[in-house]
């Protein structure tokens, strides 16, 4: 398995008039920002990965599935070492 | 009343396994969850089930552990991450029932005998809840249903970690009877020997003994302990918003060094005594029984308590009180690890207290105007604003600031 980290990332958030938050742009640096193009599940849920417990987004972005977490009002991503 | 079904919820090495699960790289490794080190509360709170094979247990200082597992890895609490996984952990069970009673941070009751039509059997509902909670938060809970709360507890202590264990009708004597007494709830090391040397000591001899014996030799508690020995307790779970009636009051500190002298236990009485009586005073409330507690270097603890002549939250007279106590039952084998003083048997404080000729009376009700004083004073300019003298001969003790710092959370079963 390749090795993990917990990866801190900016995320550009839209919030409805109803409080329903959607992101809509990860930031993972300067020269990567990825536009979600749709979110398919929210869920509360650990990452076995890196660990975490919070608030699960299934992101679909460029075609690809990924997962992009909320815990204690911060992002994180899994990402690649 | 039918049967009722209710479920015991308890997350196997709670805060151990909280680390482990946010922090990955330690999982393989012997863990425990300690108190700080600096301030001597070093003992460990919890340790996960590879330091457990070790001998590594809850309660023991932090050498004694490290002496027995020698590459344990010790971590501080974060009670702000405990709680906020304990009440995800709530919002699960919520889901299925409005009757949820937590018992501490790690483990609860809930009565699903209404939720049966809705999500399955009580089994089925234990095993949803079981498998949202490893993938919600990533750890493991030990299940027990039954159709009382202290059959239910037996179940989900009787297979750790990761299992649900139904106690039925037709199995309890199978499964609960060859049980060590000490697996009943509210049996301690006192109750357990007082039965043991009556020949109990499985909880099947306690369920047999005739009920008279026991309420001879445990009085009241005889009782209620046969009750929960046949699986009768009828005990609610209670609801989740449901407001205890608080019976008492009471604050302990682990000392940032030894109490050697009875200099130094009175003056953590006075501060105990402060913090106790300012509470009271929140409540509206005042104390008929003191409680005082102490705890040695080598952890052996003592509870002795005493009636007041008249209720009271006079500070001066609790520590006075405390100290007498103290003075009687304890003498000086080893020092002072923690203390703590506590205020039970709590009565309203209805407006004006019948105004007595005795000088005792009118002493009380000096001291606790004075009380309000220092009450208010701090309200408005801060806990160090004012305080009594005698506090800063020693400080490293006489500035902490035990009402705010070292709130005990009262638990018990009975709802006390």
Redesign the interface.
């Known amino acids: 398995m390749d090795q993990r980290e917990k990866r801190y990332v900016p995320v550009i958030v839209r919030f409805d008039a109803e409080g329903k938050l959607r992101p809509l742009e990860i930031e993972f640096d300067e020269n990567h920002k990825y536009p979600v193009d749709k979110i398919l599940d929210v869920r509360r849920a650990a990452c076995q990965s890196v660990g975490g417990v919070g608030d699960r987004y299934t992101c679909l972005i460029q075609g690809k599935e990924t997962y992009l977490w909320m815990e204690k009002g911060r992002w994180f991503v899994c990402a690649k070492r | 009343m039918g049967t009722r079904h209710i479920l015991h919820c308890d997350m196997n090495c709670f805060y151990a396994s909280v680390e482990m699960?946010?922090?990955?790289e330690p999982r393989d490794t012997p863990l425990a969850v300690c108190g700080s080190q600096e301030e001597r509360h070093g003992i460990v709170l919890t340790a996960n089930y590879i330091a457990k094979p070790y001998g590594v247990k809850t309660g023991m200082a932090i050498w004694q552990a490290k002496q027995r597992c020698p590459q344990l890895v010790t971590l501080s609490p974060d009670m702000d991450e405990y709680i906020?996984?304990s009440r995800?952990a709530r919002?699960i069970y919520e889901d299925y029932t409005d009757q949820v009673e937590p018992f501490g941070l790690d483990e609860s009751w809930l009565d699903v005998t209404g939720s049966v039509g809705l999500y399955g059997s009580p089994v089925t509902i234990a095993r949803e809840i079981s498998n949202r909670i490893?993938?919600?938060?990533?750890?493991t809970a030990s299940i027990g249903v039954a159709d009382n709360k202290i059959t239910a507890k037996l179940g989900s202590d009787y297979k750790k970690p990761d299992a649900i264990t139904q106690i039925s009708e037709s199995s309890y004597k199978e499964i609960v009877y060859p049980l060590p007494v000490e697996a009943l709830l509210y049996v301690g090391p006192a109750t357990a020997k007082k039965l043991r040397a009556i020949g109990i000591s499985t909880i099947g001899r306690l369920a047999e003994c005739p009920e008279d014996v026991l309420q001879r030799r445990l009085g009241k508690m005889g009782l209620v302990l046969s009750t929960f020995a046949r699986g009768l307790d009828i005990s609610p779970v209670q609801r989740t918003d449901h407001i205890p009636n608080i019976k008492s009051v009471g604050n302990s500190a682990t000392t940032p060094r030894d109490l050697e002298n009875e200099e130094d236990v009175k003056l953590m009485l006075l501060l105990l005594a402060e913090s106790v009586c300012s509470r009271m005073r929140d409540l509206a409330s005042r104390c008929t029984v003191i409680e005082i507690y102490v705890r040695d270097t080598e952890l052996r603890s003592m509870i002795r308590q005493r009636k007041l002549p008249a209720p009271s939250c006079s500070s001066q007279e609790l520590a006075e009180v405390g100290m007498e106590l103290f003075r009687r039952h304890y003498h000086w084998e080893r020092p002072i690890r923690s203390i703590g003083l506590r205020g039970a048997g709590l009565v309203e404080d209805v407006g004006a207290v019948q105004m007595s000729l005795y000088a005792e009376d009118q002493r009380r009700d000096k001291w606790e105007r004075i009380d309000r004083a220092v009450d208010h004073l701090r309200q408005r300019y801060g806990y160090m604003s004012v305080r009594r003298a005698l506090l800063d001969t020693d400080p490293r003790l006489g500035h902490i600031n035990v009402r705010d710092d070292h709130t005990v959370h009262p638990i018990g079963f009975f709802g006390g």
């Open positions: 699960q946010r922090h990955p906020r996984i995800y919002e490893k993938f919600e938060l990533g750890i």
